[in-house]
């Protein structure tokens, strides 16, 4: 069966300095990956996704992440944040044998000024 | 603009009421999800449709029923065999064109937030 952990439930940091948030998964098959933000009271938007090919995946607003088989990890990275980045972060994972996306509980980036 | 739209943004539940949220994606999408949503757990799936006329059950169905009678609407009611309804409703879509849809992309829409009275 599929999980999802990830690590931090909360994350502060202080404005234009670098961030990981960090997620591992357990599968028996090969994955797909997603990192998915929730800005305050909306819906969720994707920030990138490793389905096959290069380890580093590149997303919107300056966000990468890489996949780590051996480790089984995805972590989500940014080099300098910015007060906007303020959100939550779902990982989510699915495979070629699944019918649904399992998403972990989310770890909440807070920036300080 | 083509988006996902949810409604209403907030419903108030009274004890036995069944009640229905409304979503409505003009993205010409052919599967589209329901996700519960409390807080420190994440999402979890409770049905998606991936054609009209078709849905599946996902990990928490119960004391939820979907209809799928249209391509671009897919309303969830909330029934009163739910007994602890209060979240955060959020309905998603994907292309379904890839013949995997649960591993393309899901659009989200804004989210409606269910209270009991």
């Known amino acids: 069966a599929q999980s999802v952990t990830q690590l931090d439930s909360q994350v502060p940091v202080f404005e234009e300095a670098p961030v990981e948030l960090r997620c591992n998964y357990s599968?028996?098959?090969?994955?797909?990956l997603f990192w998915y933000v929730q800005y305050p009271n909306q819906g969720l938007q994707l920030l990138l996704k490793y389905l096959s090919g290069s380890t580093l995946v590149k997303g919107i607003n300056g966000f990468e992440a890489e996949f780590n088989k051996s480790q089984t990890s995805f972590h989500l990275r940014k080099p300098s944040v910015h007060i906007s980045d303020t959100a939550e972060y779902f990982c989510a994972v699915s495979d070629s044998s699944a019918s649904k996306i399992i998403f972990g509980s989310g770890t909440r980036l807070s920036i300080r000024p | 603009d083509g988006g996902i739209t949810q409604s209403p943004k907030y419903l108030f539940r009274k004890e036995g009421q069944n009640v229905t949220l409304s979503c409505e994606q003009n993205?010409?999408?052919?599967?589209m999800y329901w996700y519960r949503q409390d807080p420190g757990q994440g999402l979890r799936l409770i049905y998606y449709?991936?054609?009209?006329?078709?849905?599946q059950k996902g990990d928490i169905a119960e004391g939820y029923s979907v209809s799928r009678e249209k391509k671009e609407s897919f309303p969830l009611t909330v029934t009163s065999a739910q007994k602890n309804p209060t979240a955060f409703y959020l309905c998603?879509?994907?292309?379904?064109?890839?013949?995997?849809?649960?591993?393309?992309?899901?659009?989200f829409g804004p989210g409606t937030r269910l209270l009991v009275l």
């Open positions: 998603a879509s994907s292309p379904g064109t890839s013949g995997r849809p649960i591993q393309e992309t899901q659009y």
């Open positions: 449709s991936q054609i009209v006329n078709d849905f």
């Open positions: 599968s028996s098959v090969s994955v797909y």
């Open positions: 993205l010409n999408h052919d599967a």
